[in-house]
């Protein structure tokens, strides 16, 4: 967005929102990172280490229905 003297770059959409939700989410689970349940199982069958531990059906802020949860770190 902007013009040629200055240029200012954002991203939107639903991955974004939850992204930022999950985000805030994590002060709540009192650790330092989260995913989806979704986006850990796509990074799980490209190779990646398994998470510390899974969190089933947890109330996220702002999400209507509850969210599968693995933290990250």
Sequence with gaps: MGHAE???YTVIGDAVNLA????KQTKVE????LCDG???ALA??????????????RK????E???DLA???
């Design 6 to 8: 200055r240029m200012e």
């Design 20 to 23: 930022a939700k999950l985000e």
């Design 30 to 33: 009192k650790v330092r990172a």
């Design 38 to 40: 979704d986006t850990y």
């Design 44 to 57: 799980k069958q490209q190779g990646y280490a398994p998470a510390k531990e899974l969190r089933a059906q």
């Design 60 to 63: 996220v802020g702002g999400v």
């Design 65 to 67: 229905t509850p969210v």
């Design 71 to 73: 933290v990250l770190a």
